[in-house]
């Protein structure tokens, strides 16, 4: 009872939660008028990267940070359980929002598409299950950073963050391709943050079965990696009931 009220806390923290769920299966009805080929169009390239990139960056903004800003977490962390439950539970909150919205946004895909036949569903299994584990690991670094950072300043964050990391990937790329410190940081990049690459490779097929299972395993660690940060933080602070 108490993992279902914690987790249902997370889904109804916020009104715009569910606008949020509903503008982006719409997005998916609405891209649907427009002509795309089948050969340079693929559906679940974009639920990857619309529903398991994006995503869990807006809804888990301020999961922990608006509750700090406004005192709230002062009543939060009196409650009668173990405090890492709080951060546990909004997370697998986060995490079954994006396994009820992927399956639900699989199905309007597979149905419009038969409908259709406009662009490519190939490996759409697959992509729903990358499209899962990208959004798990986004969600924990986010919701780790939201318990050190007041309001949405951890969606913030990531969204410069990420545009900066990518921006300078770039120039290495570009100017310093052989040097030994662009391998250093597209392999940070590859193994140590979110595995975009590594699971845009798993969903379009590029793996052997065994590639992909560790690719699934390193995802997953990723996330409880994560996870445990932001549950060490949040045991270890001090909160007092000073509002914004």
């Not at 719409?26 to 891209?31: D, H, K, P, R």
């Not at 340079?40 to 608006?66: E, H, N, Q």
């Not at 895909?109 to 697959?126: E, M």
């Amino acid at each position: 009872m108490r993992a279902y009220e914690l987790m249902k806390e997370t889904f109804l923290r916020k009104n715009y939660v569910r606008i949020e769920h509903i503008s982006w299966l719409a997005i998916y009805g609405l891209l649907f008028l427009i002509p795309f080929p089948a050969e340079v169009w693929k559906w679940g390239l974009f639920l990857f990267i619309w529903s398991g990139c994006v995503l869990p960056i807006l809804l888990s903004a301020g999961i922990f940070g608006d509750d700090i800003a406004s005192g709230r977490i002062c009543v939060l962390v009196t409650k009668p359980f173990w405090l890492a439950e709080l951060y546990i539970y909004r997370l697998m909150g986060l995490s079954l929002q994006a396994f009820l919205h992927l399956v639900l946004a699989g199905c309007i895909i597979f149905i419009l598409y038969s409908a259709t036949r406009r662009g490519s569903i190939d490996n759409l299994g697959l992509w729903i299950l990358s499209s899962w584990l990208v959004f798990n690991t986004w969600a924990a670094l986010s919701t780790s950073l939201s318990v050190v950072l007041r309001r949405e300043y951890n969606s913030l964050l990531l969204f410069v963050g990420i545009g900066f990391v990518y921006f300078l990937m770039g120039m290495l790329m570009t100017f310093y391709r052989d040097h030994a410190a662009a391998d250093v940081f597209i392999g940070f990049l590859r193994y140590a943050c979110p595995p975009v690459e590594l699971l845009f490779k798993l969903a379009d097929g590029k793996y052997s079965l065994i590639k992909s299972v560790a690719c699934v395993i390193h995802s997953l660690a990723l996330t409880a990696l994560y996870g445990i940060v932001g549950v060490i933080i949040l045991s270890k602070r001090e909160f007092k009931f000073r509002p914004d």
